[in-house]
């Protein structure tokens, strides 16, 4: 009985730590000052083992032979000037970019072309900006002459605007200038009210053949007024085209609403068969935008 009590008694061994002095069946011994511990104190930390030291394992006989120089390296994006830890290189240029400029045409690649028939963005933000500001123009011009107290109302009798414009026409064929080598059965007349300049222009009694396209009437303007037909705006990092146009006025009144631009290719026979204006009216001379669609630029 002594024996077996004995036996019983030596199973386990009691903790070192002083603290705990508990009787663990399954101690674990130190390897660095070999005493034995339980499982909660048998880590280094937690005995304050006096010869702590890395245990060594698998990676100590096999140490890695990965070095700073074979880690992949920083570098500054091209695009941003960002720092990179995990850089992309362009396949075209070699540049090394962040993600977000990966692609050929989102960072200065010199090897990318742009495709043909697709527009240039900046150009296009230009192009927009350009068609904003005249729009802007011709608004503040309609609110000015909504501003305006309205004149009495007078009642005309039936034909006397008729005759008005009549006469006005016959004042204006008398003053006119133009191309005199144009016959005289072949002429149309207008008032043409130029602003191409930042002072007020006065208007200018003209006539065309009927069978000019727009674009030539006013290569004749831009002859007689000693400017050019096409300009160049800078915006930003592009240029915009502007060429001159013709614009049909709605009144007599300096601030009326012009009208769309009359097209370059069509002949003024043509334009006035759509009934927009008549021989006789007033004409808006101004730099437009080179462009097929203002609406669709500014959409």
């Given at each position: 009985?002594e024996l077996?009590?004995?036996?019983?008694?030596?199973?386990?061994?009691?903790?070192?730590?002083?603290?705990?002095?508990q009787?663990?069946?399954?101690?674990?011994?130190?390897?660095?000052?070999?005493?034995?511990?339980?499982?909660?104190?048998?880590?280094?930390?937690?005995?304050?083992?006096?010869?702590?030291?890395?245990?060594?394992?698998?990676?100590?006989?096999?140490?890695?032979?990965?070095?700073?120089?074979?880690?992949?390296?920083?570098?500054?994006?091209?695009?941003?000037?960002?720092?990179?830890?995990?850089?992309?290189?362009?396949?075209?240029?070699?540049?090394?970019?962040?993600?977000?400029?990966?692609?050929?045409?989102?960072?200065?690649?010199e090897?990318?072309?742009?495709?043909?028939?697709?527009?240039?963005?900046?150009?296009?933000?230009?192009?927009?900006?350009?068609?904003?500001?005249?729009?802007?123009?011709?608004?503040?011009?309609?609110?000015r002459?909504?501003?305006?107290?309205?004149?009495?109302?007078r009642?005309?009798?039936?034909?006397?605007?008729?005759?008005?414009?009549?006469l006005?026409?016959?004042?204006?064929?008398?003053?006119?200038?133009?191309?005199k080598?144009?016959p005289?059965?072949?002429r149309?007349?207008?008032?043409?009210?130029?602003?191409?300049?930042k002072?007020?222009?006065?208007?200018?009694?003209?006539f065309?053949?009927?069978h000019?396209?727009v674009?030539k009437?006013?290569?004749?303007?831009?002859?007689?007024?000693?400017?050019?037909?096409?300009?160049?705006?800078?915006?930003q990092?592009?240029?915009?085209?502007?060429?001159?146009?013709?614009?049909?006025?709605?009144g007599?009144?300096?601030n009326?609403m012009?009208?769309?631009?009359?097209?370059?290719?069509?002949?003024?026979?043509?334009?006035?068969?759509r009934?927009n204006?008549?021989?006789?009216?007033?004409?808006?001379?101004?730099?437009?935008?080179?462009?097929?669609?203002?609406?669709?630029?500014?959409?």
């Amino acid at each position: 009985v002594e024996l077996a009590e004995m036996a019983e008694l030596d199973i386990g061994l009691h903790c070192c730590q002083p603290d705990c002095n508990q009787l663990d069946f399954l101690p674990i011994c130190c390897q660095g000052c070999h005493r034995v511990f339980c499982r909660e104190h048998a880590s280094l930390t937690l005995h304050a083992c006096p010869q702590e030291f890395v245990v060594p394992g698998p990676a100590c006989e096999t140490p890695p032979t990965t070095s700073p120089s074979n880690l992949q390296r920083e570098a500054n994006c091209a695009a941003c000037d960002r720092l990179i830890a995990a850089p992309i290189q362009c396949a075209a240029c070699g540049a090394f970019v962040c993600v977000a400029h990966r692609f050929s045409d989102s960072h200065p690649c010199e090897r990318w072309q742009r495709p043909v028939g697709e527009q240039d963005p900046a150009a296009a933000v230009s192009k927009s900006k350009l068609s904003d500001d005249l729009l802007e123009q011709l608004r503040q011009a309609d609110s000015r002459k909504s501003a305006e107290p309205a004149k009495p109302h007078r009642l005309r009798q039936p034909g006397q605007e008729r005759k008005e414009r009549q006469l006005a026409l016959m004042k204006l064929r008398l003053s006119a200038v133009g191309d005199k080598s144009v016959p005289q059965a072949d002429r149309v007349y207008f008032m043409v009210q130029p602003d191409i300049q930042k002072q007020q222009q006065q208007p200018l009694p003209v006539f065309f053949s009927r069978h000019w396209p727009v674009g030539k009437a006013t290569d004749s303007l831009a002859a007689r007024l000693g400017v050019p037909p096409v300009r160049k705006l800078q915006q930003q990092q592009s240029t915009a085209d502007q060429r001159l146009s013709l614009l049909p006025l709605a009144g007599a009144d300096s601030n009326s609403m012009p009208g769309a631009p009359l097209p370059a290719g069509d002949s003024l026979a043509t334009c006035l068969q759509r009934g927009n204006f008549a021989e006789g009216d007033r004409l808006l001379l101004t730099y437009w935008p080179s462009v097929p669609d203002l609406l669709a630029v500014c959409s």
